[in-house]
């Protein structure tokens, strides 16, 4: 598996690999496979794995950084949707930011006075979760 750089969106020669054809070619169960392709922080685009250059990452990184602290976001409860959307105008896909949101931080639970609203108003419940940046 290459590393591809921005988005990890090109396609090599061979259009990268399903989890079954990864399986057909190594010797590891499901559970093994998957955990070490967490462990490199693989991503699964259209059904095939991919590597994301950690210099990518990392850019990504610091503009969802910076996004946040424009917003007026905690650090620690970063809406997962907002800042897809506001960092997709730079030319960033939305499965790349949502997996720079899980390699770099933590699923958390919505600010109290958000998760209050959308029970007192159930149009305004969100499918998008938030994300606590790890220091």
């Known amino acids: 598996m290459d590393a591809d750089g921005p988005g990890a969106a090109s396609s090599s020669s061979s259009g990268g690999y399903t989890t079954d054809q990864v399986l057909e070619r190594v010797q590891a169960s499901r559970v093994e496979l998957l955990s ?11 059904g095939v794995w991919r590597l994301v250059d950690e210099a990518y990452l990392g850019q990504l990184l610091e503009m969802i950084t910076a996004c946040a602290m424009e917003q007026g976001w905690d650090m620690g409860n970063i809406p997962s949707q907002e800042t897809i959307e506001a960092v997709q105008s730079t030319g960033y ?12 931080g933590s699923p958390c639970e919505q600010q109290d006075t958000v998760a ?8 305004l419940t969100s499918s998008s979760s938030h994300y606590a940046l790890d220091e």
Do not use: N, S
């Not at 070490?36 to 259209?46: D, F, N, P, Y």
């Not at 896909?93 to 770099?104: R, S």
């Open 93 to 104: 896909l939305p499965a790349i930011t949502k997996h720079c949101l899980e390699v770099f």
């Open 116 to 123: 209050a609203a959308a029970a007192a108003d159930p149009t």
């Open 36 to 46: 070490e392709l967490k462990r490199l922080h693989a991503v699964q685009l259209a």
